[in-house]
């Protein structure tokens, strides 16, 4: 039985704005709308598993007067266990355009979050690495008793010993499609080889997930939902499903609950404001699987 999850990489703030649809490049458009919000994968997760009810301990950098911020406040007052590390510089930034179709693109600003690199690792029983530096990540899939893996936005920034590195070390990877394109190119490897030794979970937006293992592939039908901002989606799923593990379930049906988790997430602009309650979500779960919805 998990009784905690150590969830490392970022903490940040994510700006949000909303336009009309993607110029082309070289070209320009207006903003209709913007709006700041609490976020960071690693935080978002974290919050998600809080707000089920689970324990979760939070491993991050931050800029020096992160203490005295309303964030600091907000994640001790949900009884987050913070482990971070104060540096000189900005908190992480997240640029986030969403257009009128629900397509979406982001820039992330590392700002102190470089300096993870350069953060102590100690000894952990179950870790979950949200996107971070990859010299930390390295670090720490050497310390985790067990390990979940998610390369994220940051895919761009490992190399090939270093992704295959922490991928020999994983007992769960998450990933969407285009970051499993990614993975298999950088580490010369197909989704067969690697499922053969890791559980791999592969997030397909309105199509679902997939959870692959040694014994084959289990499909994961995503649940209708009004999609005002899919921001945190993806976190969402993970957060609910380390609560359906630290329940008792198997991966199977904690996907299902992840699933369940996104659907809620993207009705509100912002990652962390539309988390379900465990009993929102298990109720959901309930009604859908006796619908035989999920």
Known sequence: MIEKVSVAGHIAIDHIFSIPYHPEK??????KDMEDFFGGGAANIAVGMAKLGCRSELI????RNFEGSDYYKYLNNMDIELSVKEFDGELAQ???F???????ITYFY???????????VEMRDTVHIAPSHPEFACKMAERAKFLAFEPGQDIARYGKEQLSFII???DILFCNNFELEKIEKITNSCLSEISRK???IVTEGEKGSSLHTAEGTKRIPAVESEIVDPTGAGDAYKAA???GIARGMDMEDACRLGSIASSFVIKKKGAQVGLPDWNTLIGKYEMLRKAEKI
């Open 26 to 31: 070289n070209h320009s458009i207006f903003i």
């Open 60 to 63: 991050a950098a931050v800029n």
């Open 94 to 96: 997240a640029y986030i």
């Open 98 to 104: 969403n257009d009128e179709r629900s397509n979406q």
């Open 110 to 120: 590392w700002g102190v979050s470089e300096n993870m690199r350069d953060v102590e």
């Open 168 to 170: 020999e070390n994983t």
């Open 198 to 200: 890791t559980s791999v």
């Open 241 to 243: 499903f380390w609560a």
